[in-house]
T-cell receptor, first 116, second 110 residues
Framework: DTEVTQTPKHLVMGMTNKKSLKCEQH?????MYWYKQKAKKPPELMFV???????INESVPSRFSPECPNSSLLNLHLHALQPEDSALYLC???????????????FGPGTRLTVL | QKEVEQNSGPLSVPEGAIASLNCTYS??????FFWYRQYSGKSPELIMF????GDKEDGRFTAQLNKASQYVSLLIRDSQPSDSATYLC??????????FGKGTRLHILP
């Protein structure tokens, strides 16, 4: 299995809603990532989990809350979002190894989020 | 401030010709270098990965890395209309943090 899967594919939510994005991989990767991508912009790193521990938080607002229940799963809990948070949310995973040849990040298909 | 620079394009190349995409990076400690292809509305797809100086070939794609010049390029031979996409150059640092360039839009002319 060489895939990163994400659900849902599309999500429309109001500013008072609580929702969650889910990401799963079964490649044995020990690093997982959340990115946000706006139209015609590169992906922006939000969070990195390494061995199920949060290792990088790129000063993301607290209305985004990541969770890594186990080495295969990564969630992003959303609460009280703003319309400007509308974007494509991408999950990625990679090996976590001293051998740099294992550093490729593989992206899931993304969740297209619209905040009304 | 670690930076990855790419020409935004669009780069227009006739079908069957060689497309040449370039990228420079600022951090000399960068270890791994990637090229991702992204179609509009889709997620980035890894097409090439290189970490040693020199060339790496995979099918119609060749990545070239020159660490002394802090330069990485991607050549696409026999360009096809399906190669039309945005190509993102990405670089990882010692903390495994990936930094993306803004991407180059490539348009293959039929």
């Amino acid at each position: 299995d060489t895939e990163v899967t994400q659900t849902p594919k599309h999500l429309v939510m109001g500013m008072t809603n609580k929702k969650s994005l889910k990401c799963e991989q079964h490649m044995g990767h020990r690093a997982m990532y959340w990115y946000k991508q706006k139209a015609k912009k590169p992906p922006e790193l939000m969070f990195v989990y390494s061995y199920e521990k949060l290792s990088i938080n790129e000063s993301v607002p607290s209305r985004f809350s990541p969770e890594c229940p186990n080495s295969s799963l990564l969630n992003l809990h959303l609460h009280a979002l703003q319309p400007e948070d509308s974007a494509l949310y991408l999950c990625a995973s990679s090996h976590q190894s001293q051998r740099i040849s294992y550093n490729e990040q593989f992206f899931g298909p993304g969740t297209r989020l619209t905040v009304l | 401030q670690k930076e990855v620079e790419q020409n935004s394009g669009p780069l227009s190349v006739p079908e069957g010709a060689i497309a040449s995409l370039n990228c420079t990076y600022s951090d000399r400690g960068s270890q791994s270098f990637f090229w991702y292809r992204q179609y509009s509305g889709k997620s980035p797809e890894l097409i090439m990965f290189i970490y040693s100086n020199g060339d790496k070939e995979d099918g119609r794609f060749t990545a070239q890395l020159n660490k002394a010049s802090q330069y990485v390029s991607l050549l696409i031979r026999d360009s096809q209309p399906s190669d039309s996409a945005t190509y993102l150059c990405a670089v990882t640092d010692r903390d495994d943090k990936i930094i993306f360039g803004k991407g180059t839009r490539l348009h293959i002319l039929p």
